[in-house]
């Protein structure tokens, strides 16, 4: 899993996640930053109509028609069904494009609507919206990346690891295991610090942390570090916490407080990092 992040809260916010080749929002820069990068995306995944969230998606479908990189692969954008900035935007972009050399797929989804990414043999990963609060009026998405795994069926638990591998050779290996989702990835969005319920489960949890200091906050529209911190501390299974949007007034701070936390949170076995809001993360 690999990570290329580039978010500075109210300028421009984008998450490329990989291997699936799978862009979390698109803000301004993504295409100047990415470079012939952008030919590898194959989805888009729109948490909100704010304009440091989409303003890059035109430059992103422009360079791909334009550069000399590999069109045959089609381009899928999926954003919140009847968010009306998003369809405006698009709607002008494709305007503004009516002679597109690649398919370009717009797709309108719904909460818990799955998107999925790969499925070979038996393996599946895909992605799933959950709706979230942002601003009044907006619709607003926070997504799970989830991997379809196997775990053994709990009635052969108390079986040693021979009389499992027996069975499997008499039976076969569906009658021993049953699959199940696991949540490998979460990005929250803008948001409030998403529930213990939301949260629980994820291998990786993306949170939006616009302000590290509470009282800076006016509104409910963004998230505090405390906040986020203590459900994660509650949570189960979060192996790694990345923290991005946070918003410039910080800057400064940033070395500082990614040490402290990455000393307090070692001994849980979470690893925690700062999306820097000057730089671009890469892990």
């Known amino acids: 899993m690999e990570f290329k992040i580039f978010s500075k809260a109210l300028y421009s916010t984008w998450i490329l996640y990989r291997p699936e080749r799978v862009l979390f929002d698109a803000g301004e820069g993504i295409s100047t930053i990415l470079g012939n990068s952008v030919y590898a995306i194959k989805e888009v995944f729109i948490t909100h109509g704010h304009v440091d969230h989409i303003a890059g998606l035109w430059g992103l479908i422009n360079t791909r028609n334009n550069a000399m990189g590999d069109r045959e692969k089609a381009l899928k954008i999926n954003y919140p069904k009847k968010n009306r900035a998003i369809e405006d935007f698009l709607r ?8 597109l ?11 818990g609507e799955e998107v999925y990414l790969r499925t070979a043999g038996n393996f599946r990963r895909s992605v799933i919206p959950f709706p979230v609060q942002h601003t009044s009026g907006e619709i607003s998405y926070g997504y799970h990346v989830l991997e379809e795994r196997r775990k053994l069926k709990p009635e052969f638990s108390h079986l040693s690891p021979q009389e499992i591998s027996d069975l499997v050779k008499e039976k076969g290996r569906d009658f021993v295991t049953q ?19 939301v949260i629980k489960g994820s291998e990786t949890l993306i949170h939006e942390c616009t302000f590290i200091n509470g009282g800076d906050r006016r509104g409910q529209n963004h998230a505090v570090l405390s906040e986020i911190l203590d459900n994660v501390r509650e949570a189960s299974d979060i192996k790694r916490l990345i923290l991005y949007h946070i918003s410039s007034r910080y800057s400064s701070k940033i070395s500082v407080l990614r040490k402290k936390l990455q000393e307090e949170f070692a001994e849980k076995g979470i690893k ?8 671009l993360f890469v892990l």
């Open 92 to 99: 002008f972009i494709t305007e503004m494009n009516p002679k």
């Open 179 to 197: 699959t199940y989702k696991k949540k490998i990835l979460t990005v929250s969005g803008d948001c409030n610090a998403l529930p213990v319920s």
């Open 272 to 279: 925690i990092y700062l999306v820097h809001p000057e730089r």
């Open 101 to 111: 050399r690649y398919e370009m797929i717009l797709n309108p989804i719904e909460p």
